[in-house]
């Protein structure tokens, strides 16, 4: 048996209710009664007066209407909901209720005993009116409202507590916790309000009255009960407000989705309420009267509950505060639970390890736990079904790892990855009904390419081209914003073959052609139409001589004799709409005078759509059923930016004017919170873990996808993402601990938000000029030692990329090695990659691999002229 439990106590499943809507319901009521009872109790009393001073018998009679109306409103329907509320509290959170009980019993046990004397204090009061003397009775009159308001100043302190509990949180003193931050501002506001509630109730029982002159008198009277202490109210709200922490403070501000229409409610009732009690003190049809005193304590009620509810939010992800979690697990949990999992610590649930047979019960028993307090399913408040319907499995885990991080208003998930995962699977799968995606790359054949023929006997040229980038990838949703425009470089070099080869650079024109469909603005549609504003690119036919070139606002010298275009804008989709990440495109290098065809290769542009955004963001895939961001992705982006920034995205686009990304963020690296640093930093507080999952979510690069952006040697010896960049975490710390040190004031607090990572011990990184190196791993051009590059270990400008580097004769590296994340040998679903290998020597192995050196020499070589061990077998031949 364990005696160490987290959560000591069962659950009541409400399902279609959830935990809050009991407590919302009766709470509200109860507390609209229980303010009455307060500012009533004056009203009562101060009503018995001015009749006997003015000498009126009506205005006495009408205070003993009222007290009677009074009495029953507030002595029954006050005490059920005020036992219905104990009942709830003590079956929903019974932790909470045992700590407060626990931690103030002599504070309950004294306003039990101020109830007490104020319910015999108004009985008696009720029914010796007209019997007991006059002052006597005016006098126990003034015992019942000091006892209703020393009740309410009791309760308030421990309600008080529970949102700022103060300097108790250390000290654990009585008087701490009772007088928190917040006391005496939430008291003068309690007070007012219940002066304001006297004077709507009066307006009820004064419209009924059948003597006119009485009627108008006393609506009259009621009105400046109500419009006198509204300026009061106001600037004890303010007061309030400026009482609570920063960390409440903002939630109610700014960071709680729920609050905000509780805040306009608020704003749009105060004068509603202002013109509905200025109407009454007019001469109008008792009718009138009547509809507009019922609609006012209706109004009342619904101003209550949007107080209440605005408090009781600001407390999130609390229920006190700074020590218990609304979902009743302790604050200072701490990360055991991450480690060991959390239901070894729940007493009542019926499993304690994950399975793959019990997975979805016991993420039902997760759910019920953690989730059921706040959330319905399917029901009137916080039901969970809309708030989850856009994620997938894997994002519903994903978020699981992410909140309360950034969305503050919800406990962190204490569990470990399985019953993270477990939680996931129940929402998505159980609740939602949704099946387990098929891959989206099954069902692809390789197309048949035609190599263009090469005679090592006759021909005088090789042609070597690639892309600079493995994949491109870019966003087809351009209509609501442009993440990553078309775009992809072609590189090439003409060799000419001989003992000793030379580079061509003059005399010769080198163009290219795309495959067929593959730059079509009219099979492109929309794409198009707002891809060509914003890019501003064209096709050019023909490469030029390369040299000093740009990456965003980044400059570099290439100095390698290549040729190169620039920017090709090309789309990842066919005229019929397939998607095709890697469109071919032909080269042929000509004499420039005659004319005649030196050489000609065929390589591809790899461009894709095949981004993971669906995972979280819903929507399906945009196009083909395997890629693209469809429009319902890219509005719930836009709508989560803009709530998360106060931007206004959405209107724009909607307005038609989409907007680039990179107009706010900058180019690579060039502003302080640098495209690269706003989306990894983001994205790494939901996606942890030390696995390229976390990569794999957004970029297509494992097997099972279309695209499989990372192919080659590489994947085959089974790395992946994480031996050269780090893990997810690592990663985007690094981007952001250059932003940081570029001017984001913002980033520190966001990579101090990452799990697993100490931000001091990750050296900064510039996005797409520090990268991991081949020879990090590969000192000296040797076999690796590791397989693990170092984080302090990256490049520190562009021109010692891999993509840009060249060897001492001039050749570009990724000539015969293939571009990044696509070295040789490398191969895709479409039978594309490795053309030139196979082309040149017949084997997919990079370039003269395996002493093909007469691909260009036309003779054996001796000694290694490009680079070391050059001349060594290819030790991954199978």
């Not at 009126?56 to 009222?66: K, L, S, T």
């Not at 909607?654 to 640093?677: F, I, K, M, V």
């Not at 590969?778 to 590059?789: I, L, Q, Y």
């Amino acid at each position: 048996m364990n005696g160490n439990w987290l959560l000591h106590y069962p659950v009541w499943d409400l399902d279609f209710f959830g935990g809050g809507f009991f407590i919302a319901l009766i709470a509200t009521i109860h507390v609209y009664i229980a303010h009455f009872a307060v500012g009533g109790g004056l009203f009562i009393v101060l009503t018995e007066t001015k009749g006997y001073r003015e000498n009126r018998p009506g205005v006495v009679d009408y205070a003993r209407m009222h007290g009677r109306f009074f009495l029953l409103l507030t002595m029954v329907m006050g005490a059920l909901t005020g036992v219905g509320i104990w009942f709830t509290i003590s079956v929903l959170n019974p932790a909470a209720t045992s700590t407060l009980i626990h931690r103030f019993v002599f504070g309950w046990a004294t306003e039990w005993v101020f109830f007490v004397a104020e319910i015999a204090a108004l009985f008696v009061y009720y029914y010796t009116f007209g019997k007991m003397e006059r002052r006597r009775h005016v006098t126990l009159g003034w015992l019942y409202f000091a006892f209703a308001w020393l009740s309410l100043f009791v309760v308030n302190g421990i309600i008080a507590y529970m949102l700022t509990p103060g300097d108790w949180l250390e000290t654990r003193s009585f008087w701490d916790g009772f007088f928190n931050p917040s006391f005496w501002p939430s008291l003068f506001f309690r007070t007012f309000i219940a002066l304001m509630f006297a004077g709507i109730f009066g307006f009820v029982t004064a419209a009924f009255l059948k003597d006119a002159d009485l009627r108008q008198r006393m609506l009259r009277y009621c009105a400046g009960w109500l419009i006198l202490p509204l300026p009061l109210l106001f600037a004890s709200g303010w007061w309030y407000l400026l009482a609570l922490p920063d960390a409440q403070t903002t939630m109610i501000l700014s960071h709680s989705p729920e609050i905000m229409p509780f805040l306009k409610a608020f704003g749009w009732l105060s004068p509603i309420l202002l013109i509905g009690g200025i109407l009454l003190v007019f001469r109008v049809p008792q009718g009138m009267q009547k509809t507009i005193a019922i609609l006012l304590a209706v109004t009342g009620l619904a101003y209550m509950g949007s107080f209440e509810w605005i408090r009781e939010a600001g407390r999130r992800p609390y229920i006190i505060h700074g020590l218990t979690y609304a979902n009743s697990l302790p604050a200072d949990i701490g990360e055991t639970t991450e480690q060991n999992g959390l239901l070894k610590s729940i007493r009542w649930t019926r499993h304690r390890e994950i399975t793959d047979d019990n997975r979805l019960a016991a993420g039902a028993d997760l759910f019920r736990f953690m989730c059921s307090g706040c959330h319905s399913v399917n029901g009137p408040m916080n039901d969970i079904l809309p708030l989850t319907d856009a994620f997938t499995r894997f994002g519903m885990a994903g978020y699981l790892g992410g909140i309360g991080k950034i969305d503050r208003y919800m406990p962190p998930f204490p569990g470990n990855a399985a019953e993270r995962d477990a939680l996931a699977a129940y929402i998505v799968e159980s609740l939602h009904g949704k099946g387990t995606e098929t891959a989206a790359g099954t069902g692809i054949s390789p197309d048949a390419i035609e190599i263009p023929p090469f005679d090592p006997d006759v021909d005088d040229y090789i042609l070597l081209a690639w892309s600079s980038r493995g994949m491109h990838f870019m966003t087809d949703c351009d209509a609501r914003f442009s993440l990553s425009p078309p775009g992809n470089d072609l590189y090439a070099q003409l060799i000419r073959r001989g003992k000793l080869p030379e580079h061509v650079m003059d005399g010769v024109t080198i163009s290219y052609t795309l495959e067929e469909g593959f730059h079509d603005p009219a099979a492109q549609t929309d794409f198009w139409k707002y891809a060509q504003p914003l890019t501003g690119r064209d096709l050019p036919p023909n490469m030029g001589p390369d040299g000093n070139g740009t990456i965003g606002d980044i400059a570099y010298d290439d100095g390698s004799m290549t040729y190169r275009a620039r920017n090709i804008p090309t789309a990842p989709y066919d005229r019929g709409g397939r998607f095709k990440p890697y469109p071919l495109v032909t080269l042929e290098a000509r004499d420039a005078d005659a004319g005649n065809l030196l050489a000609m290769t065929k390589t591809t542009l790899p461009v894709s759509t095949e981004m993971g955004c669906r995972h979280c963001h819903g929507g399906d895939w945009r196009k083909d059923g395997r890629a693209g961001i469809a429009d319902r992705t890219a509005d719930n982006i836009l709508a989560v930016h803009d709530r998360m920034n106060g931007t206004h995205l959405v209107q724009k686009a909607e307005s038609g004017r989409p907007q680039a990304c990179g107009s706010c963020h900058g180019a690579e690296g060039a502003a302080p919170r640098n495209l690269s640093a706003a989306v990894h930093g983001f994205h790494a507080l939901y996606l942890t873990g030390d696995s390229a999952d976390a990569c794999g979510a957004c970029h297509p690069l494992s097997p099972d996808t279309v695209t499989q952006g990372f192919r080659g040697i590489h994947r085959e010896l089974y790395l992946d993402c994480v031996n050269c960049h780090g893990s997810m975490g690592e990663h985007a710390a690094g981007l952001l601990k250059h932003a940081a040190e570029a001017g984001d004031r913002n980033a520190r607090k966001r990579m101090a938000m990452i799990d697993g990572v100490d931000g001091n011990a990750i050296p900064p990184r510039q996005p797409w000029v520090q990268e991991p190196d081949c020879l990090y791993c590969h000192v000296d051009f040797n076999p690796p030692e590791t397989d693990r590059v170092p984080l302090e270990k990256r490049t520190s400008s562009m021109a010692e990329l891999f993509r840009f580097r060249a060897d001492n004769a001039g050749i570009m590296c990724a000539a015969c090695h293939g571009s990044p994340h696509a070295v040789y040998p490398a191969s895709n679903r479409y039978g594309s990659d490795s053309l030139q290998p196979i082309q040149y020597q017949g084997t997919p192995y990079p370039i003269a691999a395996d002493k093909n050196c007469k691909v260009c020499h036309t003779v054996d070589m001796e000694y290694e002229l490009h680079h070391p061990n050059s001349l060594r077998m290819f030790r991954n031949v199978q």
